[in-house]
């Protein structure tokens, strides 16, 4: 998921009403309503998508779910380019494109991004050690260097885990989205907000190398969500502000899609919280990254 700053203000990473754990049945209209307004489309209608649409879509997002492969790609390098079976209005801008390139959904805006679709699949460990993924302070606590297991999930759950203690003891995909403030700077300085989707392919490629600080090539992550059960704790419509908004439900099942098809006991992420090692299918130990990615 994407903790972020976002826009002029902080986003707030609250827990939603149901507790962690608890399942969501769509069962029909109504139903998919009042869990829809607590799963992110209860301010919807802020930008212009009404919210029995964005139920509708959180419905068809929930039921590939179900499926065997959970709706994900066959391959880890088509993660964050298709569809989960839904779409959301800011879903076409989250896909991690081939030159780099991020539209703002709502802003007009285009930049070009530090990662493109091939430098992100293809990072070195190096650019993983190096690279900012935390660069924005996790809720209220300072900025610090963040070092250990790879976090991922929903930004609810995430926010969870790091109440519960310093957020340097994970490494951490943080990254601020001010886009105007970057937009209008005029002596060029880069702002915390260049994330773009690319950003996360690169945190997961590096996370599944082990190469984050802290990892010491052990390819570990913390599980803040059942994978199961992302779409009832994720935000089709992230912020939902006419000048910013994005679907973190396809950001986060992307991850969780890369995660499944790189590591051989990856079904287990869709069922488990907590600390997990991903073991990388033998096909990739023995050909490499090239084949784990699919090449040139």
């Not at 209005?89 to 989250?94: H, I, L, W």
């Not at 530090?114 to 900025?143: D, H, I, M, P, Y």
């Not at 994970?170 to 994330?195: E, I, K, P, V």
Request: aromatic fraction near 8%; charged fraction near 20%; include cysteine.
């Amino acid at each position: 998921g994407i903790l972020c700053v976002c826009s002029t203000r902080r986003s707030t990473r609250r827990a939603l009403s149901r507790p962690l754990g608890s399942r969501y049945l769509f069962a029909d209209p109504r139903q998919d309503m009042t869990i829809a307004a607590t799963a992110g489309c209860a301010q919807s209608e802020r930008f212009g998508w009404p919210r029995e649409q964005c139920a509708r879509t959180v419905s068809l997002g929930t039921a590939t779910l179900s499926l065997a492969n959970h709706g994900c790609p066959r391959r880890l390098r088509d993660a964050f380019n298709s569809s989960f079976g839904y779409e959301a209005p800011p879903t076409a801008a989250m896909l991690c494109r081939a030159d780099g390139q991020h539209s703002l959904p709502g802003q007009g805006v285009t930049i070009q991004g530090e990662f493109n679709r091939s430098t992100a699949l293809s990072v070195t460990r190096t650019t993983c050690q190096t690279f900012e993924f935390g660069r924005a302070k996790a809720g209220k606590q300072a900025r610090q260097r963040h070092a250990g297991p790879a976090l991922i999930g929903a930004d609810a759950d995430l926010g969870h885990v790091l109440h519960r203690g310093p957020a340097g003891r994970f490494s951490l995909m943080n990254m601020g989205m001010n886009y105007s403030a970057w937009a209008h700077n005029t002596h060029g300085r880069r702002h915390d907000g260049l994330w773009t989707p690319c950003t996360n392919v690169a945190f997961i490629m590096c996370a599944l190398r082990g190469w984050l600080p802290g990892q010491e090539s052990r390819r570990t992550f913390h599980i803040a969500t059942p994978g199961r059960e992302l779409m009832s704790r994720c935000r089709p419509c992230g912020e939902c502000l006419p000048g910013l908004h994005w679907d973190e439900c396809f950001i986060v099942r992307a991850e969780y899609c890369m995660v499944d098809s790189f590591c051989s006991n990856g079904a287990e992420i869709w069922g488990s919280t907590g600390n997990w090692t991903c073991v990388p299918r033998s096909k990739q130990r023995k050909v490499g990254h090239r084949d784990a990615v699919g090449g040139k």
